[in-house]
């Protein structure tokens, strides 16, 4: 089984969306552009909040496994994902590639 690579790329914020639906809440997401995890043997890593891992871990577990080619060629490597939270407010972006 293969590790995968956990890499932050992107976040934002809709603020209109916040303001009109969400209730004020006091803390949100811990994750910074940048930040890398590493999922061995197709497990969440440590860290990573569970929304996330929720969103990704298909995704993860295939590539894991040796496959890709998501979507007949989405992707230019065939060994990765770009897959975002589910959070509506404030998604986060992710690239997930295999690594040796």
Not at 5 to 12: A, E, G, R
Not at 18 to 25: A, G
Not at 74 to 82: F, I, L, R, T
């Amino acid at each position: 089984m293969k590790s995968v690579k956990i890499t932050v790329l992107k976040q934002t914020e809709y603020k209109d969306l916040m303001e009109k639906y969400e209730n004020p809440i006091e803390h949100t997401c811990d994750l910074k552009v940048g930040d890398t995890f590493v999922s061995v043997n197709a497990q969440k890593p440590e860290n990573l909040c569970d929304s996330a891992w929720e969103s990704m871990e298909k995704f993860v577990k295939e590539l894991a496994e040796g496959g890709g080619n998501f979507f007949d060629g989405w992707m230019k490597n065939k060994h990765s994902a770009m897959i975002s939270c589910n959070d509506g407010f404030r998604p986060v972006s992710f690239y997930i590639e295999t690594i040796e």
